[in-house]
């Protein structure tokens, strides 16, 4: 059975678990302060082009989330997010549970536009009434989104320029950055991210690492006492150079980059291959994640080799379904499914 | 000028000024631990036909919202309600500030169906991801709902039962409830609602005492050491009896339902008044709100002498408004409205 | 049987009460937007020499302390008092709810030094994990507080240079402020209190209010959005102006004053007289609360025609307990408590 | 520089690394729903003599701790523990940030009795104001203390019985588990633990692992939904399999228990060593951690070669500091702090 029903079915890239192994007989600080949460932080600032840049490493998405949100915001202010956002439909109400609300605006593949994001907030700055509703001082996007698809760089710059007009901040969930990145459609770099947004962050454990995300705040205001937040939020791991080591293995000679890309050609390829047998696609993605059509029979047939994640019943036996390939999808296994899609 | 903007622009009903003076001499146990509150508890429960109730007052309705769902939800449990509702657009996000998510279906005229509620419910039943979702434990409706419409008896009772199979809790607010009673349109009693919720308010700033709102809890799980969540959450008034004396005079001799039905026959009258005009309402409402659309030459009209609220632009200086009578709505003042009306 | 058990078991001053009746004829604006408010506000700013003070009207003590302290502190931020203080023992942990810690220092007669808070501060400010402790940013006090003592000029000036020395934000809890500055001991005024804190309130609950309290914000910092804060924590009255009508009264010709001073001095005259029986304090208040101890046979005594309220066993029968006298003690209510010591 | 600072500055025990490095190839399920944890999960049940345990594994402590407590207390209920807990002093507010008070209880030796919990369980019971104060609902405890004390079992059994009486829950922190446990002071089993608990944690990050803890639930009322909770606070992460193989390598063939005892037993030895040369233990400590008073002289002299920890300023140059051994502490590290100590 060959997995693409997720990114996060494996541990990690050899030369990070190598990292790992290497660093088992030193000793270092705690709770992030050591030499190689410096060294990862450094490695990534070198992509930033933003010499003001923090750079701090937690355990996972949902918690950079909930920490970045909880730092930045006033109880009574709100996120602006897609309807599909993930912490509006994955993380369990973990957003609210630290009290605020999101402000949920229909998507289009995923994403919102800079139009509906000034409606938004023009309605707040006109509102008669602003002491009965939220103040929306937030942007949550995904990139890539929960269906793998991109915003362009026109798309992020208008959306940040409403941010800046509506003194809002801009907040990037790169869980799968590195397929998003490695995207023949992506046309921004990680310098684009640090100069449109407030805060992102480069996504790790999907991304080629046992666990374990950088965020990279901009903003000054969001810099301080920063690390209160993730220790009270639980997003302080001891042991903080397991986080560094791995950030600076993926950034040693453009790895990160690398996997992303292979990946995501990967995912193209079986793109190409469901087109080619007229398999509809369900959401037209260009990164990692495949969404695509499939009628009971190939769902059967399929499902013999590999493990694809149900999306949703689309009727008469019809089901969206995902595959998604990773940094540790091979040749072979990209290979197996090509010729499943071409049996089908 | 005569105001129909909203139904809280003035004071109380005399009945209830008379009782808060005769009470003003005498001395009071505190923090509703008084022989009014227990008298007003008494004269509600004697409409409930459930010996079991507790009835709590409350100084208002935002605080009642989150009260009750503070005491009721573990934290990864959420509250469907319309995305009209309340608790979802005019409380600046004070259930999301204590923690729990609000879950909000469309809405048709202000309200939800059943059929919507199980879907909702079945989501979670059958969901393979429990843990990365919240989990919905409340159902919030309004009677009458933001715009004044009304909840049959067959749909609520439709709704109760959806929430029954579902172990979820059915709240109900009723800040506006004695006009929803007072409607020709309504066919359920208080009994009625004791009968089919966990809990229901009735709502006393809105119909005719100074503030105030009887919270009544139903189900007996949602009773358990409820004073504490009322003092946690700043809803214990020190001199609670201010409260429990104003529901006793609203409940002496019916006249809470009286208020309600006087207001609301006036708001019919302005419908009637507006059809045979032939202006179009906004929503359909049997109760003290009506929505109508204006043209801008009829906003103008009737601005010189009334107040009213606006609602929605419709476009092409056309406006939905809102006219509001109360229970403190005077026949001089209903008849003034109904001769502006006939001249624009 | 004669109350003194709390100050709070009566309605109002009739001065308030007359304002309330002749008030409820007339239409105002919604949720504290009136010309009432505006004109309370005023009253109170006149006495502040502090023209850039904001004044917002709350319904409860509770409530203004956790909505306050929701508005001023960020997540990992928390507040210093006494552990005596209302905040830490009497409000259902309703700070925490709404997410801080309150670091509690050990009180002298209910009071909390500038030494002890420096020290607390510095502590902070010299710590080396700061990330893993909470951020000492507020400074809580009551004036007078629970045991009815009161801080001096000079203490309070020394606590407030040392809250700007660290950056913290001094607020003081004033349920029982006329008491206090009715009391031959206070050295202050409400202009002192504005120049030497940032945020305090002037009870009206327990000072010949209904209901009610007066919060100043003379630090603008905490201005911002602050009605947010209001309406998010359940706080906002929509008929707004039955706060500030009450304050308008309380406030015209110096009666709120007179009221504390002439209630205080009746506490003052049980004081003696307790003395001159030989009737050890409890706890040495020059305010509306005294403190005694009484034997088993005193209290049996007492209790027959009075009401008072137990504080702390003392082992051997002995208890201390509380008198409190109100603005609405009379002479005559002083009198036959006066002769009643006599005869214990 | 040999590190006795503390006892999570090295990665893990081979057994841990080999069990990770061949797990690399792998695939696996999502989010802990493994055959990896389910393992680890069956081997910790095999200790307990408890059936109905359900055994979580999270990212770190204090996670595990606010995660708990969110998922058993409602919002009025409280925490006892004692005043140098480590949720207390050194989460960063975690517990107050997620909604709840800590009841902090004067600590003798990092302890807290029956006596003082009963008392104040007491206090709540028999209080005529129980809505105006917290409801102490569950006692937390740390074993080993975080001054490396141990409860006896008589001293827990006094404990759990308490909590029992009162409906209380008591959760034990056991982020040094294995050097408690493998202490020859210890009278007591993880069985023993699950018998007398409501929930404990088997500390990892401390003892031998990457990072990781091991909960345990075993009082039924506490288990459900629990996965909700995790998830909600961050603690859930993507690819489990990594704490659950963690924790396998460390219960195979009793790994976990051997290194406690061995870690322990090095440093009896400097407990011994210190007290020939006459250098007074601060507090008397059986386990890993040693905490000693050590002249200026003495702390320079050992600062050459060794860190240590701070912990308090005794005056007159002298000073309490901290020396812990590890899992990972070799018996050549141990022998030169063993000299050095002979030495100074």
């Known amino acids: 059975m060959i997995r693409f029903n997720n990114d996060y079915n494996r541990g990690a890239h050899p030369a990070v678990l190598e990292a790992l192994n290497a660093a088992n007989t030193q000793n270092y600080g705690g ?3 050591d030499e190689r949460c410096a060294a990862a932080a450094k490695s990534i600032q070198m992509h930033l082009n933003c010499p003001g840049a ?12 909930f920490t970045v949100i909880a730092a930045a915001l006033r109880p009574w202010q709100s ?3 897609a309807d599909t956002g993930h912490i509006h439909v994955h993380e369990t109400g973990a957003v609210e549970h630290i009290g605020h ?18 409606a938004e907030a023009e309605l707040y700055r006109t509102s008669g009434i602003k002491e009965h509703i939220t103040h929306p001082k937030m942007v949550y996007l995904s990139y890539p989104t929960e269906f793998g698809t991109l915003y362009s760089k026109e ?3 208008a959306i940040s320029a409403v941010c800046k007009e509506y003194g809002m901040y801009l907040f990037i969930d790169g869980a799968r950055l590195a397929y998003g990145l490695g995207s023949p459609k992506a046309d921004i770099t990680l310098a684009d991210l640090a100069a449109l947004t407030d805060a992102f962050y480069i996504g790790g ?13 901009t903003n000054p205001a ?3 006492d920063f690390r209160s937040s993730i220790k009270q939020n639980g997003g302080m791991l001891a042991k903080g150079w397991l986080l560094g080591l791995q950030f600076e293995a993926l950034f040693k000679d453009g790895l990160y980059f690398e996997l992303g890309k292979k990946a995501t050609a990967y995912a193209l390829e079986f793109k190409a291959a469901f087109e080619k047998r007229g398999i509809p696609a369900y959401i037209e993605s260009f990164t990692n994640q495949q969404f695509v059509i499939l009628t009971a029979e190939q769902q059967a047939a399929l499902a013999k080799d590999f493990t694809f994640e149900f999306e949703a019943d689309l009727g008469g036996g019809k089901a969206a379904v995902r595959f998604c390939t990773a940094w540790s ?12 899609i071409e049996r089908i």
Chains 1, 2, 3, 4 share one sequence.
Request: with cysteine; charged share 20%; net charge negative.
């Open 31 to 33: 709770y992030g302060l």
């Open 205 to 217: 454990t999907k991304c080629g690492a046992l666990f374990g995300e950088a965020l990279v705040l």
């Open 54 to 65: 923090a750079v701090h490493f937690l355990v996972g998405g949902t918690q950079v989330n």
């Open 79 to 81: 996120v602006i997010a």
């Open 101 to 118: 609300k999101i402000q949920a605006l229909p998507h289009t593949d995923g994403k919102i536009s800079a139009a509906q994001i000034k």
């Open 329 to 340: 999808t091979s040749r072979e296994e990209a290979d197996k499914l090509l010729a499943a």
């Open 222 to 224: 969001l810099q301080e």
């Open 155 to 157: 798309e992020l710059t």
